[in-house]
């Protein structure tokens, strides 16, 4: 199998694709292209109609990377290619920053005015709220939605109205309020002692400072397993009373099934490309809710994008859609890890992104594997004018919208 890794550039209309070789075979002498399918020394390496991407012989560039040694880990050689598309790339520049909106309420409820759900834990698949009512179930705004209105109103004649507006939404009695990422429940609706504040959490939340009321991590109280976040305000005993709840899509299971199931990484990337609109940043800080820790800085690269490879010990192609990223791996503490994370989290520029802790090392292992993807002298980042991502790895996140 001759190692095929490329990336499809359709603002160009060009097709940056890199083959491993053994040593003896030069690849700028011995490469053809017919009937679009790679050949070398007249012997097929990849075909390309397999995966609906058709090729054209004009503009081919062959060289070999600059930046890397002469053989790889295995004692091959690397080789870049360009190639032209034979038609250009339908998909528009405003169309790649839309992102599919998972578990709406359209979706649950099926073209009825209300609907009966039953969320479960997705670890013990324990009951969470009351299935005998039947939810009114609307859908919430833009997480950033309180910023946008901000943008829009340049003056006021009656500000009494603008704050009266602004106020917070809060959950209500029998309805389901769905966010991006989360179901927002009020606390009547829960079945009861089913969830527990996280002890982690709720230990070093300061009542003495901010708001009155706090948004505290919690678990499901038989598995401990996290479901999403409580907002606790504190009564006249000091006792500490639940007044709303978010559980996280990711974090639960919804019966009846609904026809999507995504994961994840899908309200991942809906995370990224919002907030990259919104607040026009395309750096990250991803932060584990329990631990406080940064398990990755991520620069978002390209947000939309599409990957051709061999699967992994086979000539059969895959093309997958993606992000392309460039990231830090913090699961492990070194010098470069605590330098960076300082630099990004003084800079305005970067957003902080928390999650449940299992779920932020989770995303690392993925965006470590999918480096292997690429070929050895892809993988990093390695230039002196880059301070921001000196050394980071190049890795892809899937889009299954």
């Not at 209309?13 to 002498?29: D, F, H, Q, W, Y």
């Not at 609907?115 to 950033?144: A, G, M, R, W």
Request: hydrophobic share 35%; with cysteine; glycine share 2%.
């Amino acid at each position: 199998m001759t190692p095929f890794f490329a990336e499809e550039l359709g603002n160009i209309n060009v097709l940056r694709a890199s083959i491993s070789t053994r040593p003896s075979c030069n690849v700028s002498e011995s490469l053809q292209l017919k009937n679009n399918t790679i050949l070398l020394d007249h012997q097929p390496v990849v075909d390309l109609s397999t995966v609906n991407v058709s090729i054209s012989s004009d503009n081919l560039v062959v060289s070999q990377p600059t930046s890397s040694n002469n053989t790889d880990s295995s004692g091959l050689v690397p080789w870049e290619l360009k190639l032209s598309f034979s038609s250009s790339s339908s998909s528009l520049r405003s169309q790649q920053a839309q992102v599919k909106e998972w578990w709406t309420s359209k979706l649950l409820l099926g073209g009825a005015p209300t609907s009966k759900k039953q969320f479960h834990c997705q670890n013990c698949q324990t009951s969470l709220i009351d299935d005998t009512v039947d939810y009114k179930i609307k859908d919430l705004p833009s997480e950033h939605w309180y910023e946008l209105v901000e943008c829009w109103i340049c003056h006021e004649t009656k500000p009494e109205e603008h704050h009266a507006r602004m106020r917070p939404i809060l959950a209500r009695p029998n309805a389901l309020l769905v966010g991006t990422s989360y179901f927002l429940i009020h606390p009547d609706n829960l079945i009861q002692d089913v969830v527990q504040p996280d002890p982690i959490v709720s230990k070093r939340t300061n009542w003495d400072h901010g708001t009155f009321t706090k948004w505290i991590a919690i678990n499901c109280s038989h598995c401990n397993h996290v479901l999403g976040e409580g907002q606790y305000c504190k009564d006249n005993e000091e006792k500490m009373v639940l007044m709303s709840l978010k559980f996280f899509k990711y974090c639960i299971t919804i019966v009846p099934s609904l026809p999507e199931l995504p994961t994840f990484t899908d309200y991942f990337v809906s995370d990224l490309i919002n907030t990259a609109k919104i607040h026009a940043t395309h750096r990250f800080l991803i932060q584990g809710r329990q631990s406080e820790k940064i398990y990755t800085l991520i620069w978002l690269f390209n947000w939309d994008t599409n990957i051709i490879y061999n699967q992994q010990g086979t000539t059969q192609l895959k093309r997958d859609r993606v992000m392309k990223v460039i990231y830090l791996d913090c699961t492990k503490e070194t010098n470069q890890s605590k330098q960076n994370i300082a630099l990004w989290s003084n800079d305005k520029s970067t957003d902080h992104l928390i999650y449940p802790d299992h779920v932020c090392l989770d995303l690392v292992q993925q965006l470590n594997q999918s480096t292997l993807i690429l070929p050895e002298f892809m993988r990093k980042m390695d230039h002196p004018a880059m301070i921001f991502t000196r050394n980071f790895s190049i890795g892809f996140i899937h889009r299954s919208d």
